[in-house]
Structure formats: C-alpha cells, structure tokens
C-alpha cells in the first residue's frame, strides 16, 4: 500500500444511505451488476465526448468496451470498461459524498418507513446505484485512472463507515470495480455471481440494450488430428444496437422499460413509454419515459431535469434541461439528432434554435400522449396526476402556445360526485342556460361542501369545481377562460348566476327589504367596521344566515392564508359580510333592534355572524377566546 493511504469516513447521509443498502429488504440482490455496467456505460460516453475535442485520447482501432471477469477460487466478481477513469478527487465526490439538496429529509423517511415498495421507490432515485453492490458484497475494491492523467487511484471499503484510498498503479485509463461476493444464499436471494450463465442471465435481463460491447472470456474445446486444445475467446453477450433506433417490433415492453431504468436509475417500470420520430427541417429521434414516482426533489426550487442528448450516438450531454420546458422535468429519455453540431457547446445548446424546435416538438408529443392516456385510461392517468399533477399546472403559467393543451388535462373535484373531472367533463354536463365555470376553494372537501357560497348553485343544479390544492386557485385565476367559458370564483360578490326574470324579483324586493333592513345595517357596518369594508343583503344565500364574499380584484381567505404561512406580509384584506333577511337569526335582529337600538346583546350578535361566516368557509375566527365566550352566554341565555 502507498505511503499516502488515507482512511476517510463517508458522509454521514452517505453512510446512512449505506446502512440501508446494505440491510434493505430489497429482493433483486442482482441489480448490483446493472448499476455497474451502467456507470461503466456512462463513462465511456464520456470519454467519446471529450474524444471530439482531444482526438488523442482515444487510439485508432481501439475498441471500448465493458469487461466482466469472475473468479469463482477468490469469489470475485470484476467489472472493467476502459472510459473517462476518475481522478482522486473525483472519486472522493463521487463515491464519498451525496451532494443533492433534500437527501436528509429523504434518508429520514427512508429510515421510518416499514414498506418495501417506499424503500425502493426512494433509494432508487438517488441516482447511487454504485453502493448497491453492499446488498452482494463484503467488500468493494475501485481500480481507476483518469483519460490523460499518469496516475491512479485505489478505493476500497466494507461499508461499515469508512474507506480507504491511496495511489496505485495502472496500465491504462478506466476503471476496475471488484466486488468481495457474500456467499450464496437462495434464502437471502443471492445467487453464485461468478457463475458464467448467471452472469449473462443478468446482462441479458438488464443490460442488453447498452451500445458498447460487454465482454466476457468464454471457455471452448477444438478437436484437431484427435487432440483436443482448450480454446478460450472474448464473447460479447449484449445485443449493442441502440434502443431507440432499433424498429419497436424488435424491442420488447420489458426492454425499454430496462432502458427507462439504465437512464433514470429508477428501480421502478415507467408509467409510459413514448417512442417518437420526427422529420422535415429537423430530424430527430427521442424515446420518453413518463415515471411512475417522481423523483424525491421533483418540486425543490433547484431541481433540474433534462433529456440524454446524443449526436451520431454520441452523449453530448447527459441532462440538457433545455429539451423541455420546465413543467414537464420529470419526464426522462433520450434524443438523437444528426443535426446538432457535434463540438456545440453547453451555452450554445441552450440559445440554440434547434434545440428550441426539438423543445417544441416534444412538449406537444408529451401532451397528446397524456391526453391519450385520460381518454383511453383514465384510472391510470389519475394516478399520474396524482404524482406530477402539481408539476403540470405550473405549465399553464410558463408554456403559453399549449396552455389549451395543458388545461385539458387538469383535474378537479367537484360538486357532480367522488371522481375526479377535467374542464371538458364540466363543460359537457352543464346545464343550457349556464353561462360560466365556477370554482370554490378551501381546505377540505367536507368543508367546501358545507360552504354557504354554495346554496344558490346547489338549488338551481349548477355544477361547482371544488379548489382543495393551493394552486389550482392561481392556476384557475390565471386560465380565465376554457372553451370560451368564463371561470369565476363562486364566493366573489361580482359572480352572478340569477337569470333576467329572477334580478327583477330581487331589485323589487330589495327595494323593500333594503328599506327595512337599511339602519340594522348601518348598524353592524359599525360595529364590523374592522373587520368588513360593507354589510349588504345577499341574494345568494338560502339557509345560511350570513356569508363573507370577495370583491372581484380580492385574494380569496384560502389563498391568503397559504400565502402568510409561507411568509408573504399582506395586507389585512377587508371583505364583504352578506346578510340572509330571511333567515330566522337576521328576522329577530331586526325586530330587537327596532325595540331598543341600544341593545348591548346587538353588537355580541353582530361579532358572532361575522365569526359564523368566517368558520363556514373554513377560517379561523379573529378572536377565540371571546367569540367562545359570546358563545356560552348565549347557549347560557337559550337554555
């Protein structure tokens, strides 16, 4: 060993990481070597990158590939590919740490959950395959040199914490990954990975689409004048011819989904694959995978996403986040174009016109594939929605030419039943004389339910979309419309729903009941006058004595309130409070108050609406302590 051996602990969400590894329920202890020749994949992609500039580092007639090398005497198991190598600092970042913002939150949830398909769903979107080889292993020795560097470097680890790495020695550039196999137990489902056919099995299963050959020494026997002579060859055990070129009649569901999983590092199958082909002024061929889970840090403001871009199947860029808008991040894949100049940089790509086209163009691929799915499988679109729903809206925002688009596949509870319903379903069930979409928001379903805004579109049939995510009510503030149907908030004062015949009824007998009610509510206008900016007789309400509405320009309770918890300073927003004349509560106010305007009990009753109206749709009351007491004295005085 070098004289400058270090012995390094592991960062401590990396060693957390690797204790879970390592006693995971995980069943498929084989996924080891599938994250192994993935890596070496990806390292001879880059290799090919940098080759485009430094022609050097690749000699001609060399041939990259991976290796794989059992030995069944030392119960080992290698894999070499000769890649870009890693230098010791790389391997230090690489292996040593997770640099990803949210990994803590992340490994705390993993450590509490008791489910196996919670432990998979995470650890899998890591992007850590590497430290799947514990679940196999003893010990894991890493032998690399990095393209156009003299030295290399050693790493070696049991997993228990610490690793050591010092200088070594090395003929050439790459790496050697050698794994200390665990014995077999079939219990513990862990097979004797030197074996030869367990080997292919695996590479078969997994890894049989990689582009490079993965090689391995294969045994034979030649007779020859009688004599037979040990032959031994390098076999190449992958098929090799990239996956997304290759005609989809040749190409298996159980085979992209194995790409999905090379690329994404999910262990998941995706929820959908998109094979897409596109020619004219550019041509350009992609293949999409819609996840099933999101990524743990899918909505952190940091978060990136981006498609593989490959050039004459060459890896460009591993994640260009330019290849689709940023609504649409989570979905992965690649793209091959032939006319995206070969040695473009990354600030070029990204003012590039024609990864501006090709943006386009898979945007709109991607939103009829999910239109598709909630025509055709609605069950299975729900519960994409229910994962990336959040993600999707933010599109109505930021992509402006497909806003129709991403609109149609929105969904909302509602107030016509259990399921869930798109802006079209409402549109459809509407009833002739409806003029307009109308939405409320709230907490919960039970809560919006019971809302008091909600009595006069009850009583006439119409239809009523119930908001209960927080953003659906920017989203909905910002559509507007959909199929030129206005969308209006059902608790704001200027939304209408009276027909002609039913405003002139109203205005007569608002002429007499305004007359009637005129000083009561001048009254309590006095006694809210910090709370409320009008008092007015509602020609909405039909059981409910009170409700608090909205002026047209106001932001709704629901939305203030997510907006103070997160830290917005608002100003107090004074709102409208309605008054239902015909209401019992309201009928005995007025005939107290026209026996005694002086009553002390008047200005109690006037608090107790207001608090009333601000608990039905959900909000806390300004003052708790004495809107419990008001409440008692009245219960008191009842009694």
Known sequence: MSAKAETMNFQAETKQLLELMIHSIYSSKDIFLRELISNASDALDKLRFEAVTKKDLIKEGETLHIRIEADKDKKTIT??????????????ENIGTIAKSGTREMLQKLQKSKKKEDFENLIGQFGVGFYSTFMAADKVTLLTKRAGEDSATQWESAGAGTYEIFDAEKDARGTSITLHLKPSDKDEALDDFTEDWVIKKIVKQYSDFISYPILMKEETEEEKDGKKTKIVEDVTINSMKPIWIRPKSEVSDKDYNEFYK??????????????????????YKALLYVPSKPAFDLFFQNAKGGLRLYVKKILILEALEDLLP?????????????????????????????????QKGLAKKILDSLKEMLEKEKEKYESFFKEFGAAIKEGINSDFENREKIASLLLFHSSNSQSLTTLKEYIDRMKSEQKDIYFLTGDSREIVENSPHLESYKSKGYEVLYLL????????????????????????????????????????????????FEDL??????????????????????????????????????????????????????????????????????????????????ADYAELLYDYSLLAEGAAVTNPVKFTGLLSQLMDKAI
């Open 79 to 92: 894999i070499h590919d000769n890649g870009i190598g890693m230098s010791r600092d790389e391997v230090i």
């Open 262 to 283: 090379h690329i994404s590092h999910d262990w998941n199958d995706p929820l959908k694959t998109i094979l897409f082909s596109a020619e004219g002024r550019i041509e």
């Open 326 to 358: 940023r609504y649409l991040r989570f979905v992965k894949g690649v793209v091959e174009s032939p006319d995206v100049p070969l040695n473009i940089s990354r600030e070029m790509l990204q003012k590039n016109q024609m990864v501006l086209q090709i």
């Open 469 to 516: 995510d927080p953003v659906d009510e920017f989203v909905l503030d910002s559509l507007q419309e959909f199929d030129k149907k206005k969308i209006k908030n059902a608790s704001k004062s200027t939304t209408d729903i009276a027909t002609e015949e039913e405003k002139k009824k109203t205005e007569e007998k608002m002429k007499t009941e305004g007359k009637k």
């Open 521 to 602: 509510i001048k009254y309590i206008s006095e006694k809210l006058s910090e709370e409320v900016k009008e008092v007015k007789i509602s020609t909405k309400l039909v059981s409910a004595p009170a409700c608090i509405v909205g002026d047209e320009n106001d932001v709704s309770p629901h939305l203030e309130r997510l907006l103070k918890q997160h830290g917005d300073k608002l100003p107090k927003t004074k709102r409208i409070l309605e008054i239902n004349p015909e209401h019992t509560v309201i009928k005995k106010m007025l005939d107290r108050f026209t026996k005694d305007k002086n009553d002390p009990l008047l």
